[in-house]
């Protein structure tokens, strides 16, 4: 066969496997279609067809047609990643910044300090730190991805609870947008290069004066061109900053960061969003299962993975209850915001692979990264859907907090 048969065979096996199994195994009420696409590209990779078909995974995964999906996998997170920045609504979090930045603080922190504890564990084995990380960076790195929040699937999962526009489910999406520019924060600092600092202090200056020139652009552009001007802005960004030496996902979060969802519609912006998940995503995630690793040993990898699934949700947990405490929560209401911020879908395994890409993780420790994220994501549905209820009952999630 060419390349682009094998590359289409490819595609097919992509489209084709997990559709078949959202479908015929009805999986939707515990793992949603994108769940099930990551779960199949972790199926597809190495660690599992990879090991039980060696030869048909090299046919088939050829270093040619796994560098086409590459390309095809950043194109579909960089636009992923830049609805995600545009999502975020920075002036309602402003306007009940005490509670937010209460909720967000405790919520983000103690899953780091429980994931930076696991760090430190793992730290004592071999295999599990990446060649190019400082011990701080390793442990940071693990620590942050234990506590991110996965803002736009958290948008799709509170959709399908019927919560995303009233007042609950609101407030989540404050909690969650803080904590998402806290990460991508802590990120580039995780990245920061001391050898090439001048290039990440010239992106940064030139990033914040070309936003007032972008901004005002935007403004007086028609919508029909504000599309593809933001799209000419998101490459730009994204240039800019992995020739900075931080991450091209790093500058495509920011490129989202500084727009308006006004200039675009919300309902143009939730299609898209809908659209790259569709068409570019399920890409990504076999793009993704093929650097799973098991070569630590399978066993290995699956208690690591439970051990930051652990320090995840507990984490989570006990930093939103603590939040009802100090803000006077109704009763039920910290169990719901905590599990529902629990959530790490795409962007915990987005920003594994930028560790990964870094050298600070190893693939062993991705895996189990990755794993964590699917655990996370899958327990969500059903341990919130009877908490909500009984919510509801309650009139507790008609009424806004203070």
Known sequence: ??????????????????????????????????IVQIIMGIVLGPGVVGAVFPEYHKFVFNPDVVKTLN???????????????????????????????????????????????????????????G????????????????????????????????????????????????????????????????ERVGRQASFLVGFAVLTIVFRRLMARLQQSDRWYVALIWLIACAF??????????????????????????????????KNVLLVLMPVFFLSTGLRTKWDLG?????????????????????????????????SGEASIIGWLLQTKGLIEIIFANILLDKQIITNETFTALLLMAVGSTMLTIPIVHPKLNRAQNRGLVSQASS
């Open 240 to 273: 800019a900053a992995d020739w900075a030496g931080l991450h091209f996902m790093v500058g495509a979060f920011l490129a989202g960061v500084v727009m308006d969802v006004e200039w675009f519609g919300q309902e143009n912006l939730d299609a898209l969003f």
């Open 298 to 330: 399978g066993y290995a990898v699956f208690f690591v993975g439970g051990l930051l699934l652990l320090a995840s949700v507990g984490g989570k947990l006990v930093g939103a209850h603590l939040a009802g405490k100090l803000l006077g929560w109704k």
């Open 131 to 194: 060649a190019k990380a400082a011990n701080w960076q390793f442990m940071l790195g693990t620590g942050m991805a234990c506590a991110v929040t996965a803002l736009p699937v958290l948008v799709l999962l509170m959709e399908k609870l019927d919560i995303l526009r009233q007042p609950m489910g609101q407030r989540i999406l404050r909690y969650a947008s803080l904590d998402d520019v806290a990460i991508w924060g802590v990120l580039a600092l995780i990245l920061l290069d001391w």
């Open 1 to 34: 066969m060419s390349t682009t048969e094998i590359y289409l065979l490819a595609m097919l096996l992509i489209f084709v496997a997990p559709f078949l199994v959202w479908r015929l195994c009805k999986t939707d009420y515990f793992a949603p279609l994108a």
């Open 71 to 129: 390309g095809v996998a950043q194109w579909g997170v960089m636009l992923f990643v830049m609805l995600a920045g545009i999502e975020l609504d920075l002036k309602a979090t402003w306007k009940y910044r005490r509670e937010s930045i209460t909720t967000a603080g405790l919520s983000l922190g103690l899953p780091l300090v429980c994931g930076c504890a696991a760090a430190v564990l793992l730290m004592q084995y071999p295999g599990w730190m």
